[in-house]
């Protein structure tokens, strides 16, 4: 079974390879220059016994070319790959695109080369989309040990001081849970991070978070007329963690846990969704 299991997830991989491959092929043919987030651009660090699956492709864009991406994903030629379209870095990454593009690499991949982050700006926007998911996935962690055991010449001082104090707690917080649960090797990590503990509350909401059944996420909105998906999603946002609400409201990861931190981000999201809260 194990082999079986390894081998469809290899099949998937190629799939999805190639699917990464023929739209990056078409929007460039279109004159724009995608750029590879998350997804294949950490899975290329895997060793090839241990694929990295993902369900779809996320390509960010320039903000001013994100409309006529929209548009253009559609066509015939891809409107079958589940892309997954992101204008500049929103939220995952407050550096300036066109800083974030003048760094970018191409990795190869089949006959295209693909236009990746430097691993500095990929681990940040890594870091912060796992945050962002409430650390629900363990396994993730594992990103950021090939990332890292991966690269040479690591910038520590642009990965975790390039975006300010709060964001280099939270950055500072997934290593040291790389660390701990997944053997990140303490040879790999700079100086700040050799006597860093996690904060008791941050570890707790991991290990809680990690035990818990995963539920399909949305708008509370959006299902309000379905009690079957409305109760249980409002149940999981009344009681999410307060790693992903940290996030949510900027807050800092420190050792003390922030107050009334579950209210507050309960009445962000609903503002959020009611168009009330124009910060996206």
């Given at each position: 079974?194990?082999?079986?299991?390894?081998?469809?997830?290899?099949?998937?991989?190629?799939?999805?390879?190639?699917?990464?491959?023929?739209?990056?092929?078409?929007?460039?043919?279109?004159?724009l220059?995608?750029?590879?987030?998350?997804?294949?651009?950490?899975?290329?660090?895997?060793?090839?016994?241990?694929?990295?699956?993902?369900?779809?492709?996320?390509?960010?864009?320039?903000?001013?070319?994100f409309?006529?991406?929209?548009?253009?994903?559609?066509?015939?030629?891809?409107?079958?790959?589940?892309?997954?379209?992101?204008?500049?870095?929103?939220?995952?990454?407050?550096?300036?695109?066109?800083?974030?593009?003048?760094?970018?690499?191409?990795?190869?991949?089949?006959?295209?080369?693909?236009?990746?982050?430097?691993?500095?700006?990929?681990?940040?926007?890594?870091?912060?989309h796992?945050?962002?998911?409430?650390?629900?996935?363990?396994?993730?962690?594992?990103?950021?040990?090939y990332?890292?055991?991966?690269?040479?010449?690591?910038?520590?001082?642009?990965?975790?001081?390039?975006?300010?104090?709060?964001?280099?707690?939270?950055y500072?917080a997934?290593?040291?849970?790389?660390?701990?649960?997944?053997?990140?090797?303490?040879?790999?990590?700079?100086?700040?991070?050799?006597?860093?503990?996690?904060?008791?509350?941050?570890?707790?909401?991991?290990?809680?978070?990690?035990?818990?059944?995963?539920?399909q996420?949305?708008?509370?909105?959006?299902?309000?007329?379905?009690?079957?998906?409305?109760?249980?999603?409002?149940?999981?946002?009344?009681?999410?963690?307060?790693?992903?609400?940290?996030?949510?409201?900027?807050?800092?990861?420190?050792?003390?846990?922030?107050?009334?931190?579950r209210?507050?981000?309960?009445?962000?999201?609903?503002?959020?969704?009611?168009?009330?809260?124009?910060?996206?």
């Amino acid at each position: 079974m194990e082999d079986a299991a390894q081998r469809w997830h290899a099949l998937q991989t190629k799939v999805n390879e190639l699917r990464l491959a023929e739209a990056v092929r078409f929007y460039r043919a279109n004159g724009l220059e995608p750029l590879v987030i998350k997804g294949w651009s950490l899975a290329r660090f895997y060793p090839p016994e241990e694929p990295r699956t993902a369900s779809d492709i996320d390509l960010a864009v320039a903000p001013e070319d994100f409309d006529r991406a929209v548009r253009l994903k559609n066509a015939p030629e891809i409107s079958k790959i589940n892309l997954d379209l992101h204008c500049g870095l929103r939220w995952l990454d407050p550096t300036p695109w066109a800083d974030i593009f003048a760094r970018s690499r191409l990795a190869p991949l089949e006959e295209e080369q693909i236009r990746v982050p430097a691993n500095e700006d990929l681990f940040r926007i890594a870091a912060v989309h796992w945050l962002t998911d409430s650390a629900v996935r363990r396994d993730r962690l594992k990103d950021f040990v090939y990332l890292l055991v991966s690269s040479e010449d690591f910038d520590w001082r642009l990965a975790l001081e390039s975006t300010g104090e709060v964001r280099k707690s939270w950055y500072m917080a997934v290593l040291a849970a790389a660390r701990d649960y997944e053997n990140l090797p303490s040879g790999l990590l700079p100086d700040c991070l050799r006597d860093y503990c996690l904060p008791d509350w941050f570890r707790s909401a991991l290990e809680r978070e990690w035990k818990r059944p995963q539920i399909q996420r949305g708008k509370l909105l959006a299902v309000w007329k379905h009690p079957s998906l409305f109760f249980p999603l409002l149940f999981r946002q009344l009681t999410e963690s307060p790693v992903g609400q940290c996030i949510l409201l900027e807050e800092p990861i420190t050792n003390q846990a922030p107050g009334f931190i579950r209210i507050r981000a309960f009445v962000r999201k609903l503002k959020r969704e009611t168009g009330l809260d124009e910060k996206k």
